[in-house]
């Protein structure tokens, strides 16, 4: 599963398990800013070991394609029995009659054992039809048998996030926290030991096995709850349709973002060897500042905004959203300058060992550099979709999302056809990019085309929210000015930096591009921070009031809320 997709499923506990009353939406982001900063680092950790050992290459182009037949089953089929649509039901029950919700949660977890079945036996008796379709150019008995393991994966994340259920139903709210954890050290298993042994194989047996252990973990809590409750079939089947009304509209959102990927893995699949790697690590890297910007401030807004909406606080909801959407602006336009002038160190330090070689890095880095550039349309669409859900609708986020699979898969095929027939576009965009030397720069069309699609759902987003909800963007301007000239003159000293420690330190050895990154990276944010202080920019001083309220709180009891999305 994407890191991305399991940020999301996995960012819904995060509030909870830490036990801490939220007093203000900006501290609770910066909280779970901070956890969703430790839950990507294993990942990270699974990211470097896979480039060490196979770098760009067919190998782990094999591995990332077989993804994606299960990634979209779980995020249509396995995710229409989401904790957001079925705790409420839950709730409803227990408080109607104790056990009877853990009755119902059984047996929505039977039927969901039945479907995904049937569903996933589907797509084992068709998989070698829907591989020819989803990676043409690499569709064989490897990609076949990899993928037909993984098609065990949706089934045990999905029984894992019924369970979730329960364990948000009774505040066990560690036992989910500690999932993602294990499903990463799976994978790493499997690298290790498995792949050495089975080959192909053992690759996705190591994701089985971080699936199992994802569902292992919490099993034994729901199966040691006992209730003598029993839901009548017809009840509980009709139940079974409230709650997948609820989750359909959401669940088509998640689809097409899937479908985006697989179209564009289709595409990666035909240009040269290591273009699916390129883009997957590429993609992976970019998704850890939008965990921990976009998904942190719509989790941290989405309780408050909900309770504003319910109570028809219409005003109170609006300039919450815009006071979320004013740090968003704040965190994002220096993180993605300071990225893109960073991007050869970050990745040269997060991947760069043994197979993944200079080449390599350089590819990495510039379609990082592409994908950044949507960071803060991205992070503002999450908040968006999280207001619309907030008011009781999810068919306007389903119709953001297609507009980003529209323009994204449209715009990705144009700029692949570009490039290879325009010769000054290729020589432009490699030479700013820094790659003109380097062959297999194709696949940077592919995360330009990304990039713009999310840009346009932003664009399409906020305007209609802006319609909808009559949101005043006061001092919006101001900000995104500040905010521009923090990164452009932070990115300067950062650069400066870089290029001052390359005449100390020798970068060709992993102390020498860690200490450069360290450096440049410091100054940079010095940089930011100076220029903010200078303009006076309110955000600064209330993020220094956030952070000081945070430190003197004391731990009390905070509610759970679902975050999937």
Known sequence: MSPLLRARQGMRVLLSAMGLEVRSMHSAAYLLALFALFSQLLALVRDRLFAGTFGASHTLDLYFAAFRLPDFLFATVASLL????????LSRLEERQAGLGIAFLRNSLLYFFVAMAVVCGVAFVLAPQILALVAPGL???DLLLMTRILLLQPILLGASNILANLTQLRHRFVLYSISPLLYNLGIILGVVFLYPRFGFAGLAWGVVLGALLHFAVQAPFFFGEHTEARVPFLESLRYVREVLLLS???TLALAANQI???VLTALASLLSVGSISIFMLAWNLQ????????????????????RLYAGGHSGEFAAHVLGALRHIIFWAVPATVLIIVLRAQLVRV???????DWSATRLVAAALALLILSLLAQSVSLLIARAYYAAGNSRKPFMFGLVDLVVSVVTAVLLVSLFHSSEFL????EALLRVTDIPGSTVLMLALGL??????????????FVRDFELKGEGLGRLAFQSFAAGVLGGACAYGALTLMGFYVDINTVFGIVSQGFVGGVVGLVGCVLVLLVLKNPELQEVWGALSRRAAQAPTVLEPTDVSS
Do not use: K
């Open 82 to 89: 989401s904790l957001y649509a079925l705790l409420p039901v």
């Open 139 to 141: 569709a064989g008995p």
């Open 248 to 250: 359909i509209p959401r």
């Open 260 to 262: 985006s990927l697989l």
């Open 287 to 306: 998704a850890v500042p939008l965990t921990i910007i976009g998904v942190s401030y719509s989790v941290a807004a989405f309780p408050t905004l909900s």
């Open 350 to 356: 997060i991947l760069g060992s043994g197979a993944f």
């Open 426 to 429: 290729r020589h432009f965009i």
């Open 451 to 464: 990039a713009l699609g999310s840009i346009a759902e932003f664009v399409v987003a906020y305007r209609m």
